[in-house]
């Protein structure tokens, strides 16, 4: 009888649960984070090529010239 009131303690115990949720939680928040990061990421380095190749291309003229 003693085992089976540890099982049914055992099963009413929730405070792993919690645990488990904040996990998921925190993985989940990661995962948004790096996808964003990488969106972010290549949005950014598209817009320093071209600012870069916008550089290479200029070209530059005396003023009265």
Do not use: H, W
């Amino acid at each position: 009888m003693k085992t089976i009131g540890r099982i049914k303690s055992f099963l009413k115990n929730e405070s792993g649960a919690e645990i488990a949720e904040y996990a998921v939680a925190a993985a989940l928040v990661v995962a948004i984070a790096v996808v964003v990061y990488q969106v972010i990421g290549d949005a950014i380095l598209d817009a320093n090529t071209g600012t870069a190749a916008d550089i290479e291309n200029a070209s530059y003229t005396k003023p009265g010239s």
